[in-house]
């Protein structure tokens, strides 16, 4: 059979974080995303990666990352292999190894590398230990030393993949997203919560020179890198950015609207000298009127309603918004990791 084009067009990459790749490269995976979500739909097969071999190392469980991963390289005609924290040894850095105490990420990366086609890792929380730019160091340090592609299926500041099947799910809304408003918020939850979502999104949404919005309480605030990273972005795709401490005046007149909850930094290292998951815990407790409503959708433009899952209902949203509201992409976001995800292995892996 013949091969669309877009098949190992971007061989061999990592795919980290949607910052290491320009909108037009951002929008090649997203046309392959479209091809392949229709081919789907159609019920016809897409065998672009014959044989290979994907190692999906998860710290962190998962309900649609683990099934869009393993379901989607089967799609494309090659295997995944699960990879629970018990079936490897704790992910070490290099400053905190201790002779003989474990094996290093970078003998793990290369053996795995001798296996297979592609590395995909998920850690956040516990597993990085709270402390916000672990999990991402150690992302960093299997991409350094394997030797095929290492996907991030999200660490503690970025969450790639859910930026990109959600930008495809608001493309698929708004085919032209240029100048539209789109708000990241703040939501409720009663949990410890990463960075890598919200992150992620003034990101991409900015890389496609939407008008967005960050509203969080004060206290909330993201890393300095991606701020300054969101407004270059602005700057460079013609958008906007900018930062609001009032959910309702932020969501007044959006097309989009993305409440999601996070935690505050300032209780977790390297902010803090420990992880003070009690006063965080308490600290989140005082903006429990951050949550989403009809009530807050009847004061954007219609807004549709984005959350990368699961959403903490009657935390962050009501259930009506998710379930009765017509302009709800909550499952077609969780569907489109599906598709984002096999856009990226049959450009990447072959």
Known sequence: MEMPK??????????????????EELTQILDA???????????EPTPYLPGRTLFMIFY????????SFEAGVYQLGGHAHFLSPQDLYTPTLPEDMVPYATESIADVARVLSRMGDAIAIRIY???????????HRVMQEFAKWAEVPVLNMEDDLYHPFQAMADIMAAREAERNLQGKKFVVSYAYSGGL?????????????????????????????????????AKENADRYGGSFEVSYDMKEAFEGANFVYPKAWSPK????PYNATVDKESATKHQDKYKSWLTD??????????????????DRGQEVTDE??????????????ENRLHAQKAVMAMFMP
């Not at 962190?60 to 099934?67: G, K, P, Q």
Request: hydrophobic share 35%; charged share 25%.
């Open 125 to 135: 929380g516990d597993a990085a230990k709270w402390t916000i730019g672990r999990g």
């Open 6 to 23: 877009y098949v190992g067009s971007m061989r061999w990459k990592d795919f980290l974080n949607t910052q290491d790749y320009t909108q």
């Open 193 to 229: 919560k990463p960075l890598a979502v919200p992150q992620s999104e003034v990101l991409v949404t900015t890389q496609f020179g939407m008008d967005v919005v960050l509203a969080h309480p004060k206290g909330f605030e993201l890393e300095d890198n991606v701020i300054q990273a």
């Open 321 to 334: 918004v998710i379930d009765k509201y017509k302009c709800s992409l909550y499952f077609e976001e969780a």
């Open 33 to 43: 995303a479209d091809d392949l979500k229709k081919k789907f739909k159609n019920r």
């Open 60 to 67: 962190n469980r998962s309900l649609r990352t683990r099934n």
């Open 266 to 269: 300032q209780f977790m290292p």
């Open 294 to 311: 009809m009530g807050m959708i009847d004061v954007t433009d219609k807004a549709y309603y984005m959350h990368c899952g699961p959403a």
